[in-house]
């Protein structure tokens, strides 16, 4: 790979978009000393995840801030990339302030490493990142919504039991279907399913 040690692995741990959006965000704003206004990355970095609602497209893990991003405020995004992918990526980035406008950039060093060809290469590597990640949690995100249907069934089912059986039959199926339900319930559980008291069962 062409890029500098320094870059080759930035997106090696990652949980959500954040750092690779970033580093997209900042090489379309960056000046010829690699530096760029706050608010153009913000706004650049808040736009990749509304196109993205817009074409109806995985925006990020449902936990995550950005998943609702049309309540994503300018603040409110300005302050998760502080918060969040800046702090992450320390090591090659810098955050300055002139005249009470506040910058973010590449480190000098860093920088003047990166010349056309490596910026290309940056970019090109945040790019496949950001699919592989988002192919990861589109996958989780189908499996995680096939378990949620279970989950709904089950309980549907167990109420059907409950309205059609006699009581004494009942009594004989009681402790092996709580048992049933209550071990896929909690193998769910620990998927972040969630309880069945906070979920509308099917009629």
Excluded at 9 to 35: T, W
Excluded at 58 to 68: G, I, L, N, R
Excluded at 170 to 175: G, N, V
Aim: hydrophobic content about 40%.
């Amino acid at each position: 790979m062409i890029l500098p040690q320094e870059l080759q692995s930035i997106f090696r741990h990652k949980q959500v978009s954040y750092k690779m959006v970033l580093i997209l965000a900042l090489l379309e704003s960056v000046d010829e000393n690699g530096q760029a206004l706050l608010d153009q990355v913000t706004d650049r970095f808040r736009a990749f995840y509304l196109k993205r609602a817009s074409d109806e497209k995985t925006v990020e893990a449902p936990d995550k801030a950005v998943f609702h991003v049309e309540s994503l405020t300018i603040d409110k995004a300005k302050s998760l990339i502080l918060d969040a992918p800046y702090q992450a990526l320390k090591s090659i980035l810098i955050k300055t302030t002139t005249e009470g406008r506040i910058y973010l950039g590449f480190k000098r060093d860093i920088w003047e490493k990166l010349d056309n060809e490596k910026r290309v290469a940056l970019r090109k590597l945040a790019e496949d990142e950001l699919q592989k990640y988002y192919a990861a949690i589109s996958s989780f995100s189908l499996r995680f919504a096939l378990h949620k249907i279970r989950c709904i069934i089950l309980i549907h089912r167990h109420q059907l039991w409950i309205n059609w059986y006699p009581i004494p039959v009942l009594m004989c199926i009681r402790s092996s279907m709580k048992t049933r339900i209550m071990s896929s319930l909690s193998t769910l559980r620990n998927r972040d399913c969630p309880s069945p008291l906070s979920m509308t069962i099917p009629r």
